[in-house]
Nanobody, 118 residues
Framework: QVQLIESGGGLVQAGGSLRLSCAAS????????MGWFRQAPGKEREFVAA????????NYADSVKGRFTISRDNAKNTVYLQLNSLKPEDTAVYYC???????????WGQGTQVTVSS
């Protein structure tokens, strides 16, 4: 059974930091790229960041570039998202997902809420 479980969300003031984690089970984690997405109230889900299977390649949405960092620990089957210099517009539910060989995100976690107060 595939499970992706996010944690680390919370309430933080603007300018603050959070570190999100996504623990995977039931998949060959180290074989796949992983991604983070977010969805704010009333908005569509949007891409945030992605990381290749070995961590050698990353890419980010322009809105978070320079502030967020994606990383992974294949020994722990976990992908991370470090959120720095948070802004109120970063408020959203953050989801991790696995990217399959066809480039599609096919397994998703349940999400973790990040709320940034001004």
């Amino acid at each position: 059974q595939v499970q992706l479980i996010e944690s680390g969300g919370g309430l933080v003031q603007a300018g603050g930091s959070l570190r999100l984690s996504c623990a995977a089970s039931g998949i060959s984690f180290s074989n796949y790229a992983m991604g983070w997405f977010r969805q704010a109230p009333g908005k569509e889900r949007e891409f945030v960041a992605a990381i290749s299977w070995n961590g050698g390649s990353t890419n980010y949405a322009d809105s978070v570039k320079g502030r967020f960092t994606i990383s992974r620990d294949n020994a722990k089957n976990t992908v991370y998202l470090q959120l720095n210099s948070l802004k109120p517009e970063d408020t959203a539910v953050y989801y991790c997902a696995r990217r399959n060989g066809a480039g599609k995100y096919d397994y998703w976690g349940q999400g973790t809420q990040v709320t940034v107060s001004s």
